[in-house]
């Protein structure tokens, strides 16, 4: 399930939101609902946290950028053909 919609916090406007759907297996959820208790956070913040972090992981690895690069000249090429 793909949607945007925009939000206001605190009468200020945030950026448009995507929700998605993630499927869990029944351990990781209830892994995953316990760490958002203990944090005392939803759970939504606590996967977009995680995702942030992965996010700039992949960011400074440079196999990753040099894949991403590779992608990027291969679609760059097949538009120019």
């Given amino acids: ?5 925009s939000t206001k916090r605190d009468n ?5 939101v995507k929700a998605m759907t993630v499927r869990l297996s029944p351990e990781q959820a209830e ?3 316990t ?10 913040e606590v996967v ?4 942030a972090r992965h996010i700039e992981e992949r960011r ?15 679609e760059q090429r097949l538009l120019d053909d």
Wanted: glycine fraction near 4%.
């Fill in 1 to 5: 399930m793909l949607e945007y919609r």
């Fill in 12 to 16: 200020h406007l945030v950026k448009p």
């Fill in 31 to 33: 892994e995953l609902e």
């Fill in 35 to 44: 760490i958002a208790t203990v944090d005392d956070l939803p759970v939504s």
């Fill in 48 to 51: 977009r946290a995680a995702i």
């Fill in 60 to 74: 400074g690895d440079g196999e990753f950028r040099k894949s991403l690069r590779e992608r990027i000249c291969r």
